[in-house]
């Protein structure tokens, strides 16, 4: 029955053709190589053109934008500036949020929804808004707080526009991110390695010291990194706070470069540079970081369902401080928003003010075309590029998940690529591209739309990934030995399959798109601007009142979006788990 | 009817840290055969059993045969249409998974949660060449027919994923069938079950590839189920075919250790052969001699390892005069298992399992006979 002689039955010829035809292009891999051409344009084209632009004049090679940008002593208190501003406002919300969240996973603390709030909405509220609201609280001459002690501690305590106020807002404005990074971190930490050094004699702090913190260490690295990261790149909070006083740091100097007369396109290029190896520094040690973390991987995929540690007698003391840090970073910035949007001009609050409150703001907005027009342009960029990406990516996730082509794993890097490049720099290497280029679209919506999609393709990579991983083999596997093409199966199984995580990363560059302010500033044209433009601009004619309508409006907008969203989504979700 | 000519399939394994052999002479990556030359042939309606423990690339033939693996050399032919073929000098052929027209049960039965049961089973009919494609009409009788078959026509517009564990494999294999394949492959599709749920699901599996009559090639490393469901089994080990034959061959005869240990427990005896008359051989061991019948062709003075199943062999406390293998020794230890009564027997240097009825127990430290019936004996060559 074991036999090794070879078969007589011969090689037929329908299986001979399809060796033929393995030599022409199959509709899978058209598709899979536009989709990989295209995520190698956005990542790299940028790239090259800002250093062209940067290293080229008109006599060939020169490094005169370098002398420009660098060679004055102002340089070295620009790096110190920009350092020190990106690790105060890391420290400042790695502290934060990693307290907050240690609090809220690990110990029966009250005001548990509370905290889910005061840790998502400030992630909705939009970085320029955010700021703005910390001028009107707390600018030393018309800030709120500050005429709130005014009568204790006389005029302008607190002062906003100082690099100590710089680093509160932009600290404040990241901790929900730490937040959610290590409530993650501490959800995935089994208990019992924590209890077992409790049953050994260890004290509650000795357990923390000794058990909590190595091993939340690589989360607590990786977070710092990215919030450095993160502030390095910042455009809203150095632009609104440190111009004023002349607090320069990278990105604000770029932009003041590009906003004087003539704009010295080398010397902005030269300092993008040297803002995009600091970037890309950060980003590697914290890849490093999160690699040797897995060491002593701590996620083992097992739902946890850890005992609280109580709390006792401190229990109402850290419950008025969750209180006291929603109101600061929640309450207080949102009410001051809409308060200005009902003023005539803006005032602190007095019996009287109160009575004169009228909704003319938001009657000038409506008959302003301008804003009309804005809010129009930002839902067509959201909406198209969230649409764009998210179907790209589906289709590069299932090329770097479950493809068998060599260098698939180079897609993958590409697509990462645009999260090292700070989006200022980024709107000034598009400039670049497409002034140059013989694509009429410099000065139109497809520029910004370019921009979007090439900023946000990171995060659009990383949902669909995810998702594409979580789908097991077996239901595409099943589906081809069913009959079906590749297409068939893409369309009719994974697709659906990968819905739930598609419209999660929909969202989420729906709501990041529609806020973007640090690219679309070098890019927008007259006619063509988004919300955030035309509050940067307001903001620079000091109409601040009007602008806060717009503010109010900008962010209902957003609760509006991402709650028909998650309508949709829940939608979805309901199906699959029924 | 299947036919598979010289199977082989290497991944490139990872780098080795010692050789086998400890020279250290194994650097970079080491390729590992995870099907290393396997030909095996299944006749029409027959189940045809691969059977081993994990990594014995018993799945990997499988997936070769539907498609979801290249292999790297060899021949995959059904009936008189080749699949795969790779060999030196021939144009190579490689049909397709979605081309070859197979049904296939997943372990995990990917079944499509997004889907209904009814669109679960009409999807392999829906994705069909336009050409060949039956109308909606049909398709709905199809698949209404095959549901039937598997007595979930009542949930037909349920989702997927509401159905319970054997439903939904009854579901998985509704979908492989519902395109009358002509060759069926299941991969490990009861291991997901719990052990009563197993047990029932085992007959109704059988009973239904007997009704349908589809040739099935069927993976799994539970030796119970191979036994109890397969036309033929081929025991895999380390990526190659040691042993095939009938269910009740390969238990009662097996052709190596691996085999015998592999299938149900065996008591190991070594010795030497010292005579054989025709099928009646004379093995010399160290606590005495046995005597055994065996088919294969032994020359005297061969080293060899005689095995017996623990249920092949009688216990008592009388020694019974004019029986053949009777050895004595003594009770060291026993375990009540519900429906029989295991007894570990020390023979000289030996410790044998001893599987009784129930009503025989005898208490530790109790000197008994042994009695092993010369056809329940079988010669295991030593490597």
């Not at chain 1, 003319?360 to 302003?368: A, P, V, W």
């Not at chain 1, 081809?480 to 419209?503: D, K, M, N, Y």
């Amino acid at each position: 029955m074991m036999t090794t002689a070879s078969p007589a039955v011969g090689t037929d010829t329908v299986a001979a053709s399809a060796w033929w035809r393995r030599w022409l292009p199959t509709p899978k891999m058209l598709i899979l190589g536009v989709v990989g051409l295209v995520i190698g344009y956005l990542a790299l084209v940028p790239l090259y053109y800002l250093l062209w632009g940067t290293f080229f004049d008109a006599d060939g090679v020169s490094v005169a934008g370098f002398e420009r940008a660098y060679g004055n002593s102002q340089i070295f208190e620009l790096i110190g500036n920009s350092l020190w501003f990106a690790a105060g406002a890391a420290v400042l919300s790695l502290v934060v949020g990693t307290a907050l969240a240690y609090l809220n996973v690990r110990t029966d603390v009250p005001f548990k929804a509370l905290f889910f709030a005061a840790s998502i909405v400030p992630l909705i509220i939009p970085g320029i808004l955010y700021t703005i609201s910390w001028i009107l609280l707390a600018s030393p001459e018309i800030g709120l707080v500050n005429k709130l002690v005014e009568p204790v501690f006389g005029s302008g305590t607190f002062d906003v526009f100082t690099i100590w106020g710089m680093i509160w807002v932009e600290g404040l404005h990241l901790s929900p991110i730490v937040f959610l990074l290590m409530v993650a971190a501490f959800r995935s930490m089994d208990p019992s390695l924590e209890e077992s050094a409790l049953m050994s004699g260890a004290t509650r702090w000795q357990v923390f010291r000794k058990v909590t913190v190595p091993l939340a260490r690589p989360a607590i690295v990786a977070s710092i990194l990215i919030m450095v990261v993160r502030s390095l790149e910042s455009f809203e909070v150095p632009a609104l706070l440190g111009l004023q006083n002349g607090i320069y740091v990278f990105t604000s100097r770029i932009y003041f470069v590009l906003r004087s007369y003539p704009p010295d396109f080398a010397a902005a290029g030269a300092l993008a540079v040297g803002l995009l190896i600091l970037a890309i520094i950060g980003v590697a040690l914290s890849n490093i970081v999160g690699r040797s973390g897995k060491n002593y991987q701590t996620v083992t995929g097992k739902g946890f369902r850890p005992r609280p540690m109580e709390l006792g007698k401190w229990r109402s003391v850290v419950g008025a401080g969750i209180i006291l840090y929603f109101i600061l970073t929640v309450i207080a910035p949102l009410v001051v928003l809409l308060y200005t949007s009902l003023l005539k001009y803006y005032t602190a609050p007095t019996l009287n003010v109160f009575k004169t409150m009228t909704l003319e703001n938001y009657r000038e907005l409506i008959g302003m075309s301008k804003a009309v027009t804005a809010l129009r342009n930002s839902l067509i960029l959201g909406i198209g590029s969230a649409t764009l990406v998210m179907a790209f990516m589906a289709i590069a996730a299932w090329f770097v998940v479950r493809s068998r082509v060599r260098g698939r794993q180079v897609v993958d890097q590409l697509a990462f690529v645009p999260l090292v490049i700070p989006g200022l720099v980024l709107g000034l290497a598009l400039s670049f591209v497409y002034l140059r280029s013989p694509i009429p679209i410099y000065g139109t919506l497809f520029i910004l739309l370019i921009a979007y999609c090439t900023r946000y393709m990171p995060y659009g990579m990383r949902y669909a990934v995810t998702s594409m991983h979580q789908i097991s083999s077996e239901l595409e596997e099943s589906a081809h030995v069913s009959g079906a093409s590749w297409w068939q199966t893409f369309r009719r199984v994974i697709v659906p399959l990968l819905a739930p995580g598609l419209l999660a990363g929909w969202v989420y560059i729906l709501v990041v798109s529609f806020r973007e302010l640090s690219s679309s500033i070098l890019l927008y044209s007259p006619g063509n601007e988004v919300l955030s433009i035309l509050i940067f601009e307001q903001f620079e004619d000091g109409e601040f009142t009007v602008l806060s309508a717009l503010g109010v409006v900008m962010v209902l907008t957003l609760i509006l979006l991402v709650s028909i969203a998650y309508k949709l989504g829940a939608k979805v979700g309901l199906n699959r788990t029924n | 009817m299947l036919r598979i000519d010289n199977l082989v399939k290497t991944f490139a394994g990872e780098r080795r840290k010692r050789s086998r052999n400890g020279n250290g002479d194994a650097k970079g990556p080491a390729k590992i055969f995870a099907v290393n030359d396997v030909s095996f042939e299944v006749g029409e309606g027959e189940l045809f059993t691969l059977l081993g423990p994990s990594g014995c690339g018993k799945t990997t033939t499988l997936r070769s045969i539907a498609g979801l693996e290249r292999p790297d050399a060899g021949h995959i032919a059904l009936t008189e249409r080749v699949l795969f073929s790779s060999k030196p000098g021939e144009k190579p052929v490689n049909v397709p998974a979605n081309s070859r027209g197979l049904g296939m049960v997943f372990q995990s039965y990917a079944i499509w949660p997004h889907m209904t049961v009814f669109n679960n089973v009409a999807f392999p009919l829906q994705v069909m060449k336009r050409a060949e494609r039956p109308g909606k009409r049909e398709i709905s009788e199809r698949v209404m027919r095959v549901l039937e078959t598997m007595e979930l026509a009542s949930f037909a517009d349920r989702h997927a994923t509401k159905l319970s564990g054997g439903q939904q494999q009854r579901l998985a294999l509704a979908r492989a069938v519902v395109i009358e394949p002509s060759l069926l492959l299941l991969d490990e599709p009861l291991s997901n079950l719990d052990a009563k749920l197993r047990e029932s699901l085992r007959y109704e599996l059988k009973r239904l590839q007997r009704e349908l009559g589809i040739t099935s090639v069927y993976v799994t490393h539970d030796q119970i189920e191979a036994l109890a469901l397969s036309s033929k089994i081929a025991v895999m080990s380390d990526g190659s075919l040691v042993q095939m034959g009938r269910p009740r061959d390969v238990y009662q005869n097996p052709s190596n250790k691996f085999v015998a240990e592999f299938i149900g427990t065996s008591n190991f005896i070594s010795g030497v052969v010292s005579g054989h008359n025709g099928e009646r051989y004379t093995v010399e061991t160290n606590d005495g001699r046995l005597l055994l019948d065996s088919a294969a062709d032994m020359p005297d003075g061969t080293e060899v390892v005689v095995s017996i199943r623990p249920e092949s062999m009688e216990l008592s406390e009388q020694h019974r005069p004019g029986q053949p293998n009777q050895w004595s020794g003594n009770v060291l230890t026993r375990a009540f298992l519900g429906d029989s009564v295991d007894h570990v027997i020390g023979v000289g240097k030996h410790e044998l399992r001893v599987r009784c009825n129930p009503s025989i127990s005898i208490a530790p430290g109790t000197d008994v006979y042994l009695r092993m019936p010369p056809d329940r004996l079988s010669l295991v060559p030593v490597n």
